[in-house]
């Protein structure tokens, strides 16, 4: 297993290495001078003199280059343009919410997708089956920010169940569940479409394999079959769904914290658009990537969890 | 053309519209909706953009259909007008991700070794950055314009593509058609681009069909945060913005835009999911 682990490690480096390379370039694609830029055509020349000896823009591309890959490398993303504050430091005040709410998600979308999907393929081809094909072919075609403003629409307008806007209070672990429960379920109704439709057909190549029949002639209970021996073999392409999703699911985020006014990455994101700090928003995508990679390394060290024969390859 | 009509993948694709209910539903709707889009001048009741503060945040009415928004514009307007945006940049973005993803997945397919690797690791990059960031990224960078929103959302759809066309290339290479070309000493760029791709066309449209819900939705994101065709051009995503300001006044101003957007995306899904089961042997089979 450990050979396995730092192999996988081994080969996420040269991704991490590109990705860094290529969000280096892609701030550098601003047509004409990052600091004028930033400052207006109404700055005077020594404001946007110091800018550039700030960003280090007076230096050379290549030793841009190598103090931006140096200082990565070390986690230094740099300073905000904006705030003055460490690019760090404004990314992780704010990063606890979207990981709270992307768990949060994530649990509504596997704990309502598996079984919905697992149900739908014993059904095949019979109602059940074809409400449920509907309704995620339905889930996953809606953007986040249309369902978060039908959700809001009807359960915080409308019911008044939740509140319009939500409040983080930190001390009462209480309010803030209250606050999580409408985003979070927008998140995962979305996930949950994509979770079901993978379950169903995954459940499907399974239920027809020999070992299934094997397993009924064996006299056990249908839902011992269905749910550990069905289950656990069509696990691989949920687990890649689920994977794969997380790139969605941070955009997803990103949209449902400006719908519910939540903060997190969503809003520290848009405040960057909007004071046009490139700085924050080139840290904001070598951490977002980061997550990305770490979450494929998971997802593939998953699958030496339930396949032993993923390992041996 | 003789490798298309013998190629048993388009009549697969033929008679999934002849059994697959939900592939026709799809169709026609997105066939209404290009209609609406193509003849929003002579169906609009007004101009798109001209305001009237005199009747701004009208509910639906028998003098707006679906009432005006806060400069007093008309909503339906600016609905129909707003589908031309969504459906350009949709097709546009998807063209441009199809054209480069899929010569790329070709190459990659079947020249293999290191070019294989190299190509591929490069798209494994691409699908590390997420698709709304990284369009949103792009558009930051370079401007919000009609012409950007389509380079930045082709961009983030360059690598699936480049994955579809791939898989299908790797068999191909290996049968005896192909073979045959070799030993009649046709280049491999004529063996690449007249005998293997002509095979993976439907594969790239079906896929084409699913990836286009997904660049429509990328735009009425960006446009929702702001990076969308600037105003006062009328897209949905920036409607749904505007009208999200009146979300307790006024609801049907973001509502209205929500559900264009939500019935375009479905109606793609709905047709490109019944296309992929018509042409993906696992289905078939069953």
Redesign the interface.
């Known amino acids: 297993m450990l050979r396995y682990v730092a192999k996988r490690l081994l080969f996420t480096l040269?991704?991490l290495f590109?990705?860094a390379t290529?969000v280096f370039q892609?701030?550098r694609?601003?047509?004409g001078d990052p600091a004028l830029v930033i400052l207006g055509d109404q700055a005077n020349a020594e404001a946007l003199q110091a800018l550039r000896q700030r960003m280090g823009l007076d230096r050379s591309l290549m030793a841009q280059y190598l103090s931006f890959l140096w200082d990565t490398v070390r986690g230094d993303l740099g300073l905000s343009l904006s705030s003055n504050r460490t690019v760090w430091s404004e990314i992780s005040a704010v990063l606890p919410f979207t990981i709270e709410l992307t768990i949060a998600a994530t649990f509504v979308g596997v704990v309502l997708g598996v079984p919905v999907g697992v149900l739908a393929a014993l059904r095949r081809n019979r109602v059940a089956d074809y409400v449920t094909r509907?309704l995620s072919?339905?889930g996953?075609?809606?953007?986040?920010?249309?369902s978060g403003?039908?959700l809001?629409?009807a359960f915080a307008?409308q019911l008044r169940w939740f509140p319009?806007v939500s409040r983080i209070v930190i001390n009462d672990p209480l309010t803030r569940l209250h606050n999580l429960v409408l985003p979070s379920i927008n998140l995962g109704l979305i996930m949950a479409a994509y979770v079901t439709r993978v379950t169903r057909s995954s459940m499907?190549?399974v239920l027809t394999e020999d070992y299934m029949r094997t397993a009924r002639a064996k006299g056990l209970s249908r839902r011992r079959i269905v749910w550990s021996h069905g289950l656990r073999n069509a696990l691989i392409p949920i687990v890649t769904v689920v994977g794969l999703y997380f790139?969605?699911m941070?955009?997803?985020s990103?949209?449902t914290e400006?719908?519910f006014n939540r903060p997190g990455v969503g809003k520290l994101?848009?405040g960057a658009?909007?004071s046009r700090d490139?700085t924050l928003?080139q840290g904001?995508?070598i951490v977002?990537?980061f997550f990305?990679?770490m979450v494929?390394l998971c997802t593939d060290l998953v699958y030496g969890l339930i396949d032993p024969r993923v390992k041996a390859r | 053309m003789s490798t298309r009509t013998a190629n048993p993948m388009w009549s697969a694709l033929a008679s999934a519209f002849r059994t697959n209910k939900?592939s026709w539903v799809g169709f026609v709707m997105i066939v209404l909706i290009i209609l609406a889009a193509l003849l929003a001048p002579v169906l609009a009741p007004a101009d798109p953009i001209e305001q009237d503060i005199l009747r701004k945040l009208e509910p639906p009415s028998a003098e707006s259909i679906l009432g005006t928004d806060s400069f007093g514009r008309d909503i339906l307007s600016r609905i129909l007008y707003g589908a031309r945006i969504s459906l350009v940049v949709g097709l546009a973005s998807i063209l441009i991700a199809s054209l480069i993803g899929g010569a790329l997945g070709v190459i990659a397919g079947y020249v293999g070794g290191r070019v294989d690797r190299l190509i591929m690791?490069?798209m494994?990059?691409m699908?590390?950055?997420?698709?709304?960031?990284?369009g949103?990224?792009?558009v930051?960078?370079?401007?919000p314009s009609l012409q950007n929103l389509i380079i930045a959302i082709a961009l983030t759809e360059i690598a699936p593509f480049a994955r579809i066309a791939r898989a299908p290339t790797l068999l191909l290479r290996e049968r005896e058609f192909i073979e045959a070309g070799r030993a009649l000493g046709f280049s491999d760029l004529r063996l690449m681009f007249v005998h293997i791709l002509p095979n993976i066309v439907s594969d790239l449209v079906v896929m084409g069909t699913l990836w286009m819900?997904q660049a429509i939705?990328t735009e009425?994101?960006l446009s929702?945060?702001?990076?969308g065709v600037p105003p006062p051009t009328a897209t949905w995503g920036s409607m749904?913005r505007e009208g999200?300001e009146h979300?307790?006044d006024a609801?049907w101003l973001?509502?209205l835009p929500?559900l264009a957007?939500?019935l375009t995306?479905?109606a793609l899904?709905?047709l490109g999911?019944g296309l992929r089961d018509a042409i993906d042997p696992?289905l078939r089979r069953?």
């Open positions: 040269p991704i590109v990705v290529c892609l701030a694609v601003v047509p509907l072919l339905a996953l075609s809606f953007p986040a920010f249309v403003i039908l809001l629409l307008v319009v499907l190549g790139g969605t941070i955009g997803n990103v949209l400006i719908v994101i848009l658009l909007q490139y928003l904001l995508m977002f990537a990305v990679v494929n | 939900t690791g490069a494994d990059v699908l590390a950055f997420p698709t709304l960031l990284l949103l990224m792009i930051a960078m370079i401007g819900a939705r009425a994101s929702f945060i702001g990076l749904v999200f979300i307790l609801p973001a509502v929500s957007i939500l995306v479905i899904n709905m999911d696992k069953e």
